[in-house]
């Protein structure tokens, strides 16, 4: 079946531009996640949504990240005023409930700030 | 905070050799574990995972892993390994009273050559 998809797969922006990277979880999948992927970093958790339930927003670096998922289905994360330092590989992975079960990866978007 | 240390930053192996990578994670509650690889160009994809029962757990590939719950450890092995393993692997946790998202070491890249 079709698993996790990003996009876009590649993004150039201007420090200072705002920017939205979508994720279209498995079908199914109550439970979606965004971590970045950077050189400095390793892999870090960002967001959780789950259902219907606030999301954990725990790991966001800063109030210029937030992220929505509508319909309990699709999910924006939208990065403003980006900064060179959040240049990085955004991964979005979704899950059939939250609570530790094995979570599927997207593709990624790479996210380069100039 | 929990943590986890992957010790083996970069590991080359010839073919045909025995692969075993470390991973320790801090937290002493009731964890998830699991093993993460990403092919060259590829994605994340699960390796294999530990919820509970046997210590000794089989993966794709070829792959197990072994939680050693004294010693907070849940070491990869692989007892030959193929040119096709080249990849980078991930070890990651979930905390199972400490909210839904994984936390993953910094990773090894594992170079085999044939």
């Known amino acids: 079946g079709a698993g996790v998809s990003q996009s876009p797969s590649n993004k150039v922006t201007e420090k200072g531009k705002d920017v939205e990277l979508r994720c279209d979880p498995i079908s199914g999948h109550t439970a979606l996640y965004w971590y970045r992927q950077s050189l400095g970093q390793g892999l870090e958790f960002l967001i959780y949504f789950q259902g219907n339930s606030a999301p954990d927003k725990s790991g966001l670096p800063s109030d210029r990240f937030s992220a929505e998922r509508t319909g309990g289905s699709v999910s924006t994360l939208t990065i403003q005023r980006t900064q060179q330092e959040d240049s990085a590989v955004y991964l979005c992975?979704?899950?059939?409930?939250?609570?530790?079960?094995?979570?599927?990866f997207g593709p990624g978007t790479r996210l380069t700030v100039t | 905070a929990q943590s986890v240390s992957q010790h083996n930053h970069h590991v080359i192996l010839s073919e045909a050799a025995s692969l075993e990578l470390g991973c320790n994670y801090s937290?002493?509650?009731?964890?998830?574990l699991f093993w993460y690889v990403q092919y060259p160009g590829q994605h994340l994809q699960l390796l294999l995972k530990?919820?509970?029962?046997?210590?000794l757990v089989k993966g794709i590939k070829g792959f197990e892993a072994e939680f050693i719950k004294s010693k907070f450890s849940f070491n990869l092995r692989k007892p030959s390994v193929q040119w096709s393993d080249t990849a980078e692997y991930f070890c990651a946790v979930n905390v199972m009273d400490a909210g839904n998202m994984l936390t993953f070491g910094g990773g090894t890249r594992l170079m085999v050559k044939p």
């Open positions: 937290y002493g509650g009731t964890v998830n």
């Open positions: 992975a979704s899950s059939f409930r939250g609570g530790g079960y094995e979570q599927y």
């Open positions: 530990y919820f509970s029962g046997d210590p």
